[in-house]
Protein backbone atom coordinates (compact mmCIF):
# COMPACT_ATOMS: atom_id res chain seq x y z
CA UNK A 1 0.00 0.00 0.00
CA UNK A 2 2.61 2.47 0.86
CA UNK A 3 4.25 1.97 -2.62
CA UNK A 4 1.72 2.87 -4.51
CA UNK A 5 0.99 -0.91 -5.60
CA UNK A 6 -2.77 -1.15 -3.90
CA UNK A 7 -5.36 0.39 -5.96
CA UNK A 8 -8.81 -0.56 -4.74
CA UNK A 9 -10.58 0.98 -7.61
CA UNK A 10 -10.49 5.13 -6.97
CA UNK A 11 -12.77 6.53 -8.98
CA UNK A 12 -10.73 9.19 -10.10
CA UNK A 13 -8.47 6.63 -11.18
CA UNK A 14 -5.32 8.25 -9.24
CA UNK A 15 -2.68 6.01 -7.72
CA UNK A 16 -4.43 5.08 -4.03
CA UNK A 17 -2.65 6.78 -1.11
CA UNK A 18 -3.07 5.90 2.14
CA UNK A 19 -3.87 7.48 5.54
CA UNK A 20 -7.56 8.37 7.10
CA UNK A 21 -6.76 11.08 9.81
CA UNK A 22 -4.46 13.60 9.52
CA UNK A 23 -3.37 16.67 11.51
CA UNK A 24 -1.71 19.73 9.92
CA UNK A 25 -1.77 23.20 9.18
CA UNK A 26 -4.21 24.87 6.65
CA UNK A 27 -2.27 25.90 3.79
CA UNK A 28 -4.98 27.21 1.66
CA UNK A 29 -9.09 27.71 1.96
CA UNK A 30 -11.62 27.39 -0.54
CA UNK A 31 -14.65 29.74 -1.35
CA UNK A 32 -17.25 29.95 1.68
CA UNK A 33 -14.84 28.43 4.14
CA UNK A 34 -15.35 30.88 7.26
CA UNK A 35 -14.60 27.99 10.23
CA UNK A 36 -10.57 28.48 9.60
CA UNK A 37 -7.65 30.28 7.85
CA UNK A 38 -4.48 29.91 6.57
CA UNK A 39 -1.70 29.26 9.29
CA UNK A 40 -4.45 27.61 11.72
CA UNK A 41 -3.87 23.76 13.12
CA UNK A 42 -6.66 21.22 12.26
CA UNK A 43 -7.20 17.72 12.88
CA UNK A 44 -9.46 15.48 11.42
CA UNK A 45 -10.60 12.59 9.07
CA UNK A 46 -9.37 12.30 5.48
CA UNK A 47 -8.55 9.44 3.23
CA UNK A 48 -5.47 9.83 1.44
CA UNK A 49 -4.02 12.05 4.23
CA UNK A 50 -0.16 10.34 4.02
CA UNK A 51 0.02 12.18 0.97
CA UNK A 52 1.87 15.80 1.43
CA UNK A 53 -1.31 17.88 1.09
CA UNK A 54 -5.21 17.09 1.00
CA UNK A 55 -8.68 18.63 0.90
CA UNK A 56 -10.54 18.57 4.03
CA UNK A 57 -14.10 19.77 4.75
CA UNK A 58 -14.42 22.45 7.24
CA UNK A 59 -17.45 20.45 8.58
CA UNK A 60 -15.37 17.71 9.55
CA UNK A 61 -12.17 19.61 10.75
CA UNK A 62 -11.50 20.48 14.50
CA UNK A 63 -8.85 23.02 15.91
CA UNK A 64 -6.13 21.96 17.76
CA UNK A 65 -5.51 23.82 20.22
CA UNK A 66 -1.79 25.54 21.48
CA UNK A 67 -0.40 23.24 23.76
CA UNK A 68 -0.58 24.56 27.60
CA UNK A 69 2.58 24.51 29.88
CA UNK A 70 2.02 22.33 33.22
CA UNK A 71 4.24 24.58 35.36
CA UNK A 72 2.31 27.12 37.48
Known sequence: ???GAYNPGS???NEYVAGLELAGVVEAVGPGVTAFTVGDRVLGPAPGAFADF???DQRHAMAVRE???SSR
Open 54 to 56: TLL
Open 67 to 69: ARS
Open 11 to 13: RTG
Open 1 to 3: MLE
